[in-house]
Nanobody, 115 residues
Framework: QVQLVESGGGLVQPGGSLRLSCAAS????????MAWYRQAPGKQRELVAR???????NYVDSVKGRFTISRDNAKNTVYLQMNSLKPEDTAVYYC?????????WGRGTQVTVSS
């Protein structure tokens, strides 16, 4: 069973930065596709960024140029570096793991962007 543990969320001022981490266990991490989703109050969960097992990345338009997803297969960890944060980035951020057996989710980490 895949387990995902997110960390790195918190309160940050507009324009600030945070780095989220997601540590995975229970799978062969290197062959999984990994992603970050977010869900703001009253809104649907949306894909923020995704990185394939080959390292290909894609981003939602609203974060392009500000967020970077990366992975360290030796540490079974995926990261989301978030720069130039805006109040509209406030949400619970969820780590997502996808392999041939299906999709797994972390419990989420809260990111609040406010002055």
């Amino acid at each position: 069973q895949v387990q995902l543990v997110e960390s790195g969320g918190g309160l940050v001022q507009p324009g600030g930065s945070l780095r989220l981490s997601c540590a995975a266990s229970g799978s062969i991490f290197s062959i999984a596709h990994m992603a970050w989703y977010r869900q703001a109050p009253g809104k649907q969960r949306e894909l923020v960024a995704r990185i394939t097992n080959g390292g290909r990345t894609n981003y939602v338009d609203s974060v392009k140029g500000r967020f970077t997803i990366s992975r360290d297969n030796a540490k079974n960890t995926v990261y989301l570096q978030m720069n130039s944060l805006k109040p509209e980035d406030t949400a619970v951020y969820y780590c997502n793991h996808e392999n041939i057996r299906g999709v797994s989710w972390g419990r989420g980490t809260q990111v609040t962007v406010s002055s």
